[in-house]
């Protein structure tokens, strides 16, 4: 009989990765509505980009205030907040009357999403099994994945149902056929709903329990998820050794050497991975697929298996990277991305001239999510969420998901100018070029975390700074 009871943490996990799915949703439904929306509004490009970076303007005040809340009330509460606040954004975007109150329900779904993208993972990581803790916490990015294939098949589905119903008027009207957009955007509150019920059935994390003082809860949590009763009373004298050091504040420690290595280098990758494609593909996809010719029926279901190949491609990495570990996936990932943007850039250059089918840049977009997928992406939340000490989890995760949604709003916004500006090829050659300082900083500065407990991992910072 194993040691440990992997089946319940399965399940806590499962049970927070549920704010991923709202994250995935929140983010891929805009591609869809964004043609309704600007011909509805009779929006510019400028405004255009507004709609799509909005929300994420309410995700980098989301992590701004995340790992205060988290810190302060606990992991749980925090995610309370952000599934109340999923829910209001999703009915309110689907009754709104005007393009402002769209954008301020968007803002506010966008803060749920800021809170979930650093409590969620977190809680995964804090109630975690050594040696599954990188495949656990990718059952959050899977369920983000899994919330891109809702959205997008929520979108290409009501739009193809709206086209076939004959007129008509009232409320759901309007929102399922008319407006589609409404139903689209809506839609969101049945997995907000579930979400913020099936939170209570979670213990709170027992790491945060014990640097609150609270050892006696923590050790009767960490008693779920072990067996003997020593290794409980172990997990909790191992993390209690750890906050032992008490001669700086939190923020001086965060700030401290060694520490503050390990908060630049998160930062970085956080930032850089932003600006390598991928939310270009996610939010633009469709318009970037219609620039090369295809209907917005066809362009939508291309979306739909751009999505498809994205959650199975994490469920791969979710299988492998404890075993590959994470600067492998990286590296080979990475790597991949380059090679499959370049052949993205080289189709939008000379597609047309050699005839080649909008099947092939398909295929070159497939290879490009696979890559991502199995490395950037998978990777991402695992290493933030484990790389912190346990003292100054929340408040690091913030900072560096603040930088990560700065790049991603960054990105929204200069999407269209650059698709419009610079070309697609050229679009695509930067998202390239932005690849290598990514790999740079990776080999240098990230070491490998897989296998190591968390307090082993804050024992390599500090070994760094002695």
């Not at 656990?136 to 959205?151: D, E, H, K, M, N």
């Amino acid at each position: 009989m194993k040691d440990y009871r992997f089946g319940y943490v399965l399940f806590l996990a499962l049970v927070a990765a549920g704010g991923g799915f709202l994250f995935g949703y929140d983010t891929a439904v805009i591609s869809g509505t964004i043609g309704q929306v600007t011909r509805l509004y009779h929006l510019d490009v400028l405004q255009q980009g507004w709609y799509v970076g909005c929300a994420l303007v309410g995700s980098i005040a989301g992590v701004a205030v995340a790992g205060t809340l988290s810190d302060r009330l606990g992991r749980k509460p925090a995610m309370i907040v952000a599934a109340t606040l999923f829910t209001l954004s999703a009915v309110g975007c689907a009754l709104c009357n005007t393009f402002d109150q769209l954008v301020v329900y968007r803002i506010i779904g966008g803060v749920g999403i800021g809170v979930a993208s650093i409590v969620c993972p977190m809680y995964i990581s804090e109630i975690a099994i050594t040696q599954f803790r990188g495949r656990l916490v990718s059952t959050y990015q899977l369920a983000i994945t899994i919330g891109f294939v809702a959205a997008y098949l929520a979108n290409y589905l009501l739009l193809q149902w709206s086209q076939g119903v004959v007129a008509g008027q009232g409320l759901w009207h309007k929102v399922l056929v008319d407006e589609v957009y409404r139903g689209m955007l809506g839609l969101e509150t049945v997995p907000a709903l579930l979400f913020f019920i099936v939170i209570f059935l979670l213990p709170e994390s027992p790491r945060w329990l014990i640097v609150r003082g609270q050892d006696r809860r923590a050790k009767s949590i960490f008693g779920r998820i072990y067996r003997r009763q020593e290794d409980a009373a172990r997990q909790v004298d191992e993390v209690a050794a750890t906050l032992q050091n008490k001669e700086k504040s939190d923020v001086g420690y965060l700030f401290s050497r060694g520490i503050r290595t390990a908060l630049v280098a998160g930062v970085c990758i956080a930032i850089l991975g932003q600006f390598m494609g991928v939310n270009a593909v996610l939010y633009y996809g469709p318009k970037i697929f219609e620039d090369a010719g295809l209907s917005s029926g066809d362009s939508l279901f291309y979306q739909v298996l751009v999505g498809m190949v994205n959650m199975l491609t994490t469920v791969l990495a979710l299988l492998i990277i404890d075993r590959v570990g994470r600067k492998q996936l990286v590296y080979y990932g990475v790597s991949g991305m380059i090679v499959s943007l370049l052949l993205i850039a080289v189709y939008f250059s000379f597609g047309e001239l050699w005839h080649w089918s909008s099947l092939v840049m398909l295929v070159f977009f497939l290879l490009y999510v696979f890559f991502t997928a199995v490395s950037i992406s998978a990777v991402v939340w695992v290493l933030l969420s484990e790389m912190y000490p346990t003292r100054v989890r929340g408040l690091a995760m913030s900072i560096a998901g603040f930088a990560l949604w700065i790049g991603t709003y960054l990105v929204s916004q200069l999407t269209p100018w650059l698709l419009a500006n610079a070309t697609p090829t050229g679009t695509f050659v930067i998202f390239a070029v932005m690849c290598l300082p990514y790999l740079f900083i990776m080999w240098r500065y990230i070491p490998e975390t897989a296998g190591r407990s968390l307090e082993d991992i804050e024992r390599h910072w500090l070994r760094r700074r002695k």
